[in-house]
């Protein structure tokens, strides 16, 4: 017990004196920013004034680089504009610019190296880098409330990434705006990390996650991309309660995922709502899917998954699927399908008769579009009906037992007309 207490005495001596050593520098517009870095002890922290320094910073201990009045440091578009090699580093309130333009090098504003773990990085505009932040074998970093814009004039394939995680744990990422880059979020390799609060937009993917588990995506927007949101080969991933709007391509991209829940998105004005493909026992329960060209287009043998709760409104094409056999969804509760033609003679608020997805109707109008114009007309419902009382005219379909006659969500039409621009 006496040893205990000493050792316990003795740790506690040594933090207050570390405390008592660390420092306050004030960096001055015009100083060496290099040189005031390298003679910085460990736990110092350094208040940089408003000007702007041309470095490219090495930190190799625990600091804190805070900016006042938001100073610039800009890399001269070579390298690194700041490296960190070190633990237990905060850089707040920069305006970090001109990284080098190398994709194999990945040059980066911020490049947070193997062993940069519990980095911060807030309040800062990274703008005009390769790579906004590049983070590699670091772990519980937090990346909050940052500003990160690309080489706007440069092609898609020339970009970096806005933030790239790679093999990373436990990050943050909360509260972000990032935009004009090659992907804004991507995730290669990282696990138990949370996305949070994130504006993800003009780039190719809003987030492109590969090989990562156990992440929670929540309350983010994604807009304006190709694609809003692709996980690909994941498993055990929470995606709940974001935005994905407006993207050219899909919102929300479903490639060789297991085990997950996709819940409560709004999903709107998207070329393909949702692209779901390899897809298994997961839950997409309880999303709005709206005046998207496509609402969902199932392939590649995705099954075993509950589809529940759901709000399919005013999607030209509520579901495409190939299939060798129909696809139930909606057994337990059902989904609402704005295109359901059926009745609710009990007034129980389901459908008397399942709605049929792909139906005669939606094959006829994918060979001849101008069939549209006659969709609410007696003549095309009567086809609809004959369709389903000669069985040899059907094809596998999606197919919910249950249609629910009103829509869960009651602002849905707020979420209409909200397209890629130009189309």
Partial sequence: MKGGVTHLMLALAMTLAGAC?????????????????????????????????????????????????????????QGDTIRVTAPDVVIEGLIVRDSGDDLKDQNAGIYLYPGAHRAVVRRCDLTYNLFGLWIEKANDVLIEHNVITGKREY???????????????GAKILNNNISF???????????HALFKGNQLHHSRYGTHYMNSYYNLWEDNDTYYNRGGLALMEVREQTVRNNRAWGNSDHGIMLRTLQDSV?????????????????????KLNNNLVVDNTVGVHLAAGSKNNEVEGNDFISNREQVRYVGARDERWGAKSGNHWSNYLGWDRDGDGVGDVPYEA??????????????????????????????????????????????????????????????????
């Fill in 21 to 77: 050593q660390a420092a306050t520098l004030h960096v001055r517009a015009g100083d060496d920013l290099t040189a005031a870095v390298r003679k910085a002890k460990a736990g110092d922290v350094l208040e940089i004034a408003r000007g702007t320094y041309r470095a490219n910073l090495v930190i190799d201990k625990p600091l804190t680089l805070r900016g006042v009045d938001r100073p610039t440091i800009s890399g001269g578009n």
């Fill in 155 to 169: 092609s898609s394939p020339q970009r970096g990434n806005g933030v790239q995680l790679y093999n990373t744990k």
């Fill in 181 to 191: 880059v090659r992907d804004a979020l991507y995730v290669d390799v990282s696990h």
């Fill in 262 to 282: 996709i819940e409560g998105n709004v999903v709107a004005g998207n070329s393909r709502g949702f692209f779901i493909y390899d897809v298994e026992y997961i």
């Fill in 358 to 423: 792909n139906d005669m109707v939606d094959r006829l109008t994918w060979r001849h579009p101008s069939v549209k114009l006659l969709l609410a007309s007696p003549a095309v419902q009567a086809l609809r009906l004959v369709g389903r009382q000669f069985p040899v005219l059907r094809v596998p379909s999606v197919v919910d037992p249950k249609p629910r006659m009103q829509p869960s969500n009651q602002q849905w039409s707020e979420w209409r007309g909200k397209h890629f621009p130009g189309q």
